[in-house]
C-alpha cells in the first residue's frame, strides 16, 4: 500500500484529507474509537504484562502454546502497525485495511483478562469483574442487535465524546438500501426522478433492489430535475441550513447512536 495511487478521501477530525496522505496516528486513532472501550483497556493490560513478563525472561524461558501465540500476536501488531505509519501508506476509511490485526488484538485481551482474574483470585472484587465483563459483551451485543446491519458505524465512548460526524460514517452506503424501500413504500409515483448528494455512488444501491423497483427511480445528473434528494453525507459539502429546508422537506432519516447516517428529502413543489 506504499505506493498505491488512490485519488480517493477520508474524513479524520472533521477535515477531508487524501487517502494517501493519512497522518500517521490516523490507524491508531481509529483503533482507540471504535474498539469497545472494554477491550482497550484489558488489551493495555495484555501489553503490560507481556512486556514485564518479556523483560523478565519468563516468557522467553516458556515456551507453551500460549506464549507462542503470543509472541506472534505482539509482532504481528508491532510490525503491521509500525509499516503501515513508517512507510506512510495509503489507507482507505477507517481501518479496514488493518482488520486482520483484529485477532491478534483480541488475543492480547485474553491475555489481559487472565492477568487481572488472576491478580485479584483471592478477593471479592474478581465476581464484580466478571460481572462487568459479561455486562459490557451483552451491551455490544445488544447494540448489535438493535443497529443491524449498520454494526460498522460504531463508536466508543472515546469515538462519541470526540464526535462521530468528524469521521467517515456510512461509508460503504449500506444506509441507501433502507431509505429506498421507505420512498417505494410510503411514497406514491410510478417513476420519480433523484439526486445523490453524496460521493457514495448511488448506482449499486439501486441494484440491490429487484428490476421492477429499480426502474422507477431516475438518477439526475443535477439537483435541479430531481424529486427526491438523498445523501449518506459521506463526503457531502452541501449545507443543510434553513434555505435548503425551503426547498425540501425530509422524508426519512436512518440514526444510529443519535448520528443522521442517511436521509432523504422531497422537493417542495
Avoid at 479524520?12 to 474509537?33: D, E
Avoid at 484489558?42 to 507481556?50: A, D, M, N, R, T
Avoid at 411514497?187 to 429487484?210: P, R, V
Amino acid at each position: 500500500m506504499k505506493q498505491f495511487n488512490h485519488g480517493g478521501h477520508n474524513l479524520y477530525f472533521g477535515n477531508i484529507i487524501k487517502s494517501s496522505q493519512t497522518p500517521w496516528h490516523y490507524p491508531l486513532i481509529w483503533i482507540l474509537i471504535t474498539t469497545p472501550i472494554i477491550y482497550i483497556g484489558l488489551f493495555f493490560c495484555g501489553v503490560l504484562k507481556s512486556i514485564k513478563e518479556i523483560s523478565t525472561s519468563k516468557i522467553l524461558l516458556n515456551h507453551n502454546n500460549a506464549n507462542i501465540v503470543l509472541y506472534y500476536s505482539l509482532l504481528i501488531l508491532i510490525l503491521s502497525l509500525g509499516s503501515v505509519i513508517l512507510l506512510d501508506s495509503t489507507l482507505f476509511n477507517g481501518w479496514r485495511h488493518l482488520y486482520f490485526i483484529y485477532p491478534f488484538i483480541i488475543f492480547l485481551v485474553l491475555f489481559g483478562l487472565d492477568f487481572v482474574l488472576n491478580f485479584f483470585s483471592k478477593m471479592k472484587i474478581k465476581s464484580f469483574i466478571v460481572f462487568i465483563l459479561v455486562l459490557g459483551l451483552m451491551d455490544i451485543a445488544i447494540w448489535m442487535k438493535h443497529n443491524n446491519p449498520y454494526q460498522y458505524v460504531f463508536f466508543n465512548i472515546i469515538g462519541k465524546k470526540i464526535n462521530p460526524k468528524n469521521f467517515d460514517l456510512d461509508y460503504w452506503g449500506l444506509s441507501y438500501y433502507q431509505n429506498l424501500k421507505y420512498l417505494l413504500e410510503h411514497e406514491n409515483f410510478s417513476t420519480a426522478k433523484i439526486w445523490n448528494s453524496s460521493t457514495t455512488k448511488l448506482f449499486y444501491s439501486l441494484f440491490s433492489l429487484h428490476e421492477k423497483d429499480r426502474q422507477k427511480f431516475i438518477e439526475t445528473k443535477n439537483a435541479e430535475d430531481a424529486d427526491y434528494w438523498i445523501t449518506n453525507y459521506y463526503l457531502d459539502k452541501t449545507i443543510y441550513d434553513e434555505n435548503f429546508f425551503l426547498k425540501y422537506s425530509l422524508v426519512n432519516s436512518i440514526i444510529v447512536d443519535g448520528v443522521v447516517i442517511n436521509s432523504v428529502f422531497k422537493k417542495i413543489k
